[in-house]
């Protein structure tokens, strides 16, 4: 069974950092690419930033140069951090995994 657990996210003022993990379970995480969208209210579902097995990295160009996404293999765990956030950034955070698998999402909210 495949479980994708998300945690980290939260209220956060203009500019500030959040750093959201994803662990995951019942998946040989170091041969999967692991990804990060968004969905915010009224919009689509949406890629934020995606990892592949070999650590190759592709990123939505609204977050070019403030997120990062990593990974740890040893942990089984996938990291998004999320600098100079923004109000546009208000979102749920969904953790993916290739194949198909998603996690229950965490709320980011970016507001003064």
């Known amino acids: 069974q495949v479980q994708l657990v998300e945690s980290g996210g939260g209220l956060v003022q203009p500019g500030g950092s959040l750093r959201l993990s994803c662990a995951a379970s019942g998946i040989i995480f170091s041969m999967n690419g692991m990804g990060w969208y968004r969905q915010a209210p009224g919009k689509e579902r949406e890629l934020v930033a995606f990892?592949?097995?070999?650590?190759?990295?592709k990123y939505a160009d609204f977050v070019k140069g403030r997120f990062t996404i990593s990974r740890d293999n040893a942990k089984n765990t996938v990291y998004l951090q999320m600098n100079s956030l923004k109000p546009e950034d208000t979102a749920v955070y969904y953790c993916?995994?290739?194949?198909?698998?998603w996690g229950q999402g965490t709320q980011v909210t970016v507001s003064s």
């Open positions: 990892i592949f097995s070999d650590s190759s990295r």
């Open positions: 993916c995994a290739q194949g198909g698998y």
